[in-house]
């Protein structure tokens, strides 16, 4: 089982996909082999979706938008400011839409495992930002996805799709003047040496998300099957009586659920999010935090994105919004 993903090495993502080998290698009596490709060295987000519905790569982690290339009506949940608070969306994903989201996807191809998090993008760049108005015509980096393309156009700027591996130097070379992204993002992937100053428009709440091969999935026999479902054996303990980094605590019968590997996932992004904003810093990079007023200026000229996602969804795309949003 090959994992290909765009984290890079030593994050709190990448040792979650290094914990999953030792406990499907484990859980599976020695016959399933899982090796997590880090970095997007098996190709960019949206070729390796496609690899991963084709069954070429058995299971991909990264962005929910990336995923949308193959399964456009999820797109939604990335739309600008839809989150307000990590609270109200671990409460959409895990109770809200697990269920619709899981047939969704089946549907096209592939099979939910889980969620992890990217958390709140926000954007680095190397002039400074106190307004809207500094970021008109500034050629932005962008996630390739419609709604990411739209939330730059939005705020006035020119985005640019480029490829996780090619930012930095298009940074450095002036291709781009900036991107948006979360701090965790920018310091694993060296993209901070490319920027002066980052500021805290947390403007797309980004889960994670994991999900296998529906081709691949379907060839396994049940005992396999049921590893991804909810039976995979919780680890043991290490001396000082905590499971291994990246796993979660088992539940009272001995097995590690869905929901307990997304918790576990958002659990080691969000305790390092202070540590690498004060890192910043010490880089000689300005962090700025916006002030209400200033954010809700910015969350209201996206109500555009909104609206275009809304027209060009499909049926089950406005389905899965509504679901949401009347929820929020």
């Known amino acids: 089982m090959k994992i290909a993903t765009p984290a890079p ?17 484990a859980g599976s009596n020695q016959r399933l082999k899982v090796k997590a490709y880090l970095g997007a060295v098996l190709g960019d987000e949206v070729h390796t979706v496609n690899e991963v519905k084709r069954g070429a790569i058995q299971c991909y982690g990264g962005s929910v938008s990336a995923l949308a290339s193959a399964v456009p009506e999820i797109a939604g949940i990335e739309l600008p400011y839809m989150f307000s608070s990590e609270k109200k969306a671990d409460k959409i994903l895990d109770e809200v839409i697990w269920g619709e989201l899981d047939a969704l996807l089946w549907n096209r191809g592939f099979k939910l495992f889980f969620f992890s998090e990217n958390g709140y993008r926000s954007i680095g ?3 400074e930002i106190n307004s809207l108005a500094d970021l008109k015509g500034k050629k932005m980096r962008s996630q390739d996805a419609q709604e990411h393309l739209d939330t730059w156009a939005a705020f006035g700027a020119s985005p640019v799709p480029v490829s996780v591996t090619e930012v930095l130097p298009a940074l ?17 992937a060296s993209w901070y040496q490319g920027i002066s100053h980052f500021t805290l428009t947390e403007h797309i709440y980004q889960p994670g998300i994991v999900v296998l091969s529906r081709k691949w999935f379907e060839t396994l026999p049940t005992e396999i099957q049921a590893l991804f479902t909810g039976k995979l054996p919780a680890p043991p ?6 499971p291994p980094k990246g ?3 088992s539940d009272s019968d001995g097995f590690i659920t869905q929901l307990e590997l997304s918790k576990a996932g958002r659990k080691g992004v969000r305790a390092i999010k202070g540590q690498l904003l004060s890192n910043f810093e010490t880089a000689g990079i ?3 935090k916006l002030t209400d007023g200033d954010k809700a200026l910015f969350s209201s000229t996206t109500a555009i994105v909104h609206a ?17 949003t009347d929820a929020l």
């Open 125 to 127: 760049s190397t002039f």
């Open 237 to 242: 303990v290490g001396a000082d009586g905590k």
């Open 247 to 249: 796993m979660p605590d």
């Open 308 to 324: 275009k996602f809304a027209k060009r969804a499909s049926a089950e795309g406005k389905s899965l919004l509504k679901k949401i």
């Open 172 to 188: 450095q070379t002036g291709v781009v003047d900036g991107f948006d992204n979360t701090a965790l993002f920018a310091f694993a």
């Open 9 to 25: 090495d030593d994050t709190p993502w990448a040792k979650q996909m290094k914990g999953l080998k030792d406990l499907m290698w």
């Open 286 to 288: 300005k962090v700025k």
